[in-house]
């Protein structure tokens, strides 16, 4: 049964930095696209981040220059680097395990909470 694990939420101030993990159970993660999702209260999910298995990266524009995502195939792991963190980045953030094509699937994490303020 395939498991996604967050971790590394918590409050930080404006300006600050967070690093979310998030661990993959069974045999998936090499050959999954990761990514980072996350969902502010009242509002949709939306995108983050994504690695595919190749290290192709994409971020969304609020992100980027201030969050990295990467993985360490080794430890079924995928990160998100976060710095210079905003108010506005407050939010539940979820890891995601996505693939297309003929062996497809799509599993979530519970999220993890990261709360910016002073």
């Known amino acids: 049964q395939v498991q996604l694990v967050e971790s590394g939420g918590g409050l930080v101030q404006p300006g600050g930095s967070l690093r979310l993990s998030c661990t993959v159970s069974?045999?998936?993660?090499?050959?999954?696209?990761m990514g980072w999702y996350r969902q502010r209260p009242g509002e949709q999910r939306e995108l983050v981040a994504t690695i595919t298995s190749t290290d192709s990266t994409n971020y969304a524009d609020s992100v980027k220059a201030r969050f990295t995502i990467s993985r360490d195939n080794a430890k079924n792991t995928v990160y998100l680097q976060m710095n210079n963190l905003r108010p506005e980045d407050t939010a539940v953030y979820y890891c995601?395990?996505?693939?297309?094509?003929?062996?497809?699937?799509?599993?979530w994490g519970l999220g993890t909470q990261v709360t910016v303020s002073s």
């Open positions: 995601n395990a996505k693939r297309w094509g003929t062996a497809r699937w799509d599993y």
């Open positions: 069974g045999n998936i993660f090499r050959i999954s696209t």
